[in-house]
């Protein structure tokens, strides 16, 4: 059973940086795209940002464009997911999932996996 780790989350001052890592375990083969995504209180969840399975592609939310970076380690199976010039706004629970799509250049559309989400607050 795919299960994935997510960490690194916290609290940050305006302005700050963190960095997520996703880390799936359970699986022995296969390629995984990766994304990320958020929930703040009283929203729903969007999607942050994406990686394909390749690690060719990525797309990120308008809003973080030039402010976060999502990457992969594929020695390590861990995506990262860069966050610079954080805003209070971008304070929510973060969440990784994974989708199996083969070896490809597209991100997922859909995702199977999820994994338990960490707290990102950003406040002075």
């Known amino acids: 059973q795919l299960q994935l780790v997510e960490s690194g989350g916290g609290l940050v001052q305006p302005g700050g940086s963190l960095r997520l890592s996703c880390a799936p375990s359970?699986?022995?083969?296969?390629?995984?795209?990766i994304g990320w995504f958020r929930q703040a209180p009283g929203k729903e969840r969007e999607g942050v940002s994406c990686?394909?399975?390749?690690?060719?592609?990525?797309n990120q939310l308008e809003s973080v464009k030039g402010r976060f970076t999502i990457s992969r380690d594929n020695a390590k199976k861990t995506v990262y997911l860069q966050m610079n010039s954080l805003k209070p706004e971008d304070t929510a629970v973060y969440y990784c999932?994974?989708?199996?799509?083969?070896?490809?250049?597209?991100?997922?559309?859909?995702?199977?996996?999820w994994g338990q989400g960490t707290q990102v607050t950003v406040s002075s």
């Open positions: 990686i394909s399975s390749s690690g060719s592609s990525t």
């Open positions: 359970g699986f022995s083969s296969g390629y995984l795209s």
């Open positions: 999932a994974a989708a199996r799509t083969g070896y490809s250049s597209h991100c997922a559309t859909t995702y199977d996996y």
